[in-house]
């Protein structure tokens, strides 16, 4: 699930386990996709 404004974006992942190059692809995508800065996206982990 995303939730994405002009400035933010979170997105929360259903997972065991996210992996830091997981994470980065995540964030790389969102910062390609949108031209939010990467430290203001969110990456929040459940399972």
Request: proline residues 0%; glycine residues 4%; negative net charge.
């Amino acid at each position: 699930m995303v939730y994405y404004d002009t400035e933010r974006v979170d997105v929360i992942v259903k997972t065991n386990g996210l992996l830091s190059n997981e994470a980065a692809q995540i964030k790389d995508i969102i910062v390609r996709e949108t031209g939010v800065d990467d430290k203001n996206i969110s990456i929040v982990e459940i399972n």
